[in-house]
């Protein structure tokens, strides 16, 4: 088998569905696997997975094991030369990993490879590239200025060596993964990626950005950034640096200082209301279920012109009708105007879902 994808979900229904759905496109021409590792949610989920997509392995955890643990679980039953761990609220191109298996197979000594990675809102996160974030990095970065924490040297679109990527989308070969035991398990939530990271820079591999593809991730649903996400990402930097820096007084002091003194004084963001003027439903055929739970009338655009998008319009793509890669691909091109949102109405689905940013939970609208 060439390829495994892990998903670890937890009460994550919806997203995780139109994850899937679009997993399932990107992987129609690998001999590929899908494993869902479900971390005890509450919501319908796993009965969801059950009923949906029979074929994909599901994982169900009695108890929340965090990120580390579960994704370490589900890469245990992964039988893929490949593996890619992915979040639940991510959404692919049909041509993602057949781009990025042509990139791996010629490298030497490939470590994890990332890709480009923007929100719901068009907007690239910086994320999708890291350096080692060292503390007066770390501390600047949640102090608002994130100059030494992201790989800049490379441009959102070109592809070229970096230290550390993203967990939401880490591509690499499973023996790699297993030659570093994997995600370290004193992790719950942060951090863990940039410790596998720079074990696997420490190992001799070289991990790689490719920026020739990009995903959806709805940055905030599988983790949402609360007042307290500074303290749970300076407790996750305590490990990281307790763990692979030598032992320094001064050091461990500037470190317990930068965690408080960010949380005393970092202020939690404040996600604006929104306001929607008009709809336009990107399709080949109205849904009348959709006026009805908008409670508005609905343009039909089979052909969207993104340059005459009226302000504070919310557009509604349909991927009965359009691929995942034109979608993503029109949400990039018209991002630039903030008024607009976006929401995805998922194959042979009942609701359309989206994220506006990265401070509010995701809504999803059900036709039933």
Request: glycine content about 6%.
């Amino acid at each position: 088998m060439k390829l495994s994808v892990i998903i670890l979900n937890y009460n994550v229904r919806y997203f995780l569905e139109l994850c899937l759905k679009s997993v399932n496109e990107a992987i129609k021409n690998i001999d590929a696997e899908i494993i869902v590792v479900d971390n005890n949610s509450e919501d319908a989920s796993c009965q969801m997975v059950k009923d949906c997509f029979p074929d994909v392995i599901l994982i169900e955890n009695k108890e929340n094991f965090g990120f580390s643990k579960g994704n370490n679980i589900g890469v245990s039953k992964a039988k893929g030369e490949y593996i890619c761990v992915l979040n639940p609220d991510t959404v692919l191109p049909e041509d993602c990993f057949e781009k990025l298996l042509q990139f791996s197979e010629d490298k030497d000594n490939l470590g994890i490879v990332g890709c480009k990675l923007i929100n719901g809102h068009g907007d690239y996160l910086p994320e999708s590239k890291r350096k080692i974030p060292f503390v007066r990095a770390a501390v600047k970065k949640l102090s608002g200025n994130p100059e030494d924490y992201y790989a800049t040297h490379l441009g959102e679109n070109e592809t070229g060596k970096v230290s550390v990527l993203v967990g939401a989308f880490m591509f690499m070969k499973r023996a790699v993964y297993a030659s570093v035991d994997g995600f370290d398990e004193d992790y719950f939530m942060y951090g863990e990626d940039i410790d596998l990271s720079y074990k696997v820079l420490k190992a001799g591999f070289v991990n790689y950005y490719f920026g020739e593809t990009t995903i959806i991730h709805y940055k905030g649903e599988s983790t949402l950034r609360d007042k307290f996400y500074a303290k749970r990402f300076y407790g996750a930097m305590q490990i990281f640096y307790k763990k692979h820096f030598k032992k320094n007084h001064f050091f461990n002091l500037m470190v317990w200082l930068g965690i408080r003194l960010v949380y005393l004084f970092r202020r939690t963001p404040v996600s604006k209301n929104k306001t929607v003027d008009g709809y336009l439903f990107v399709s080949n055929k109205l849904n009348p279920k959709l006026e009805t739970v908008l409670n508005k009338e609905v343009e039909l655009k089979p052909d969207l012109d993104t340059k005459l998008v009226l302000k504070n319009t919310e557009i509604i793509f349909d991927a009965n009708v359009l691929s995942y890669k034109k979608i993503i691909d029109l949400i990039e091109s018209t991002h630039q105007d903030k008024s607009i949102t976006f929401k995805i109405l998922p194959k042979n689905s009942n609701f359309i879902i989206g994220s506006d940013n990265a401070i509010a939970r995701g809504e999803i609208l059900n036709f039933d």
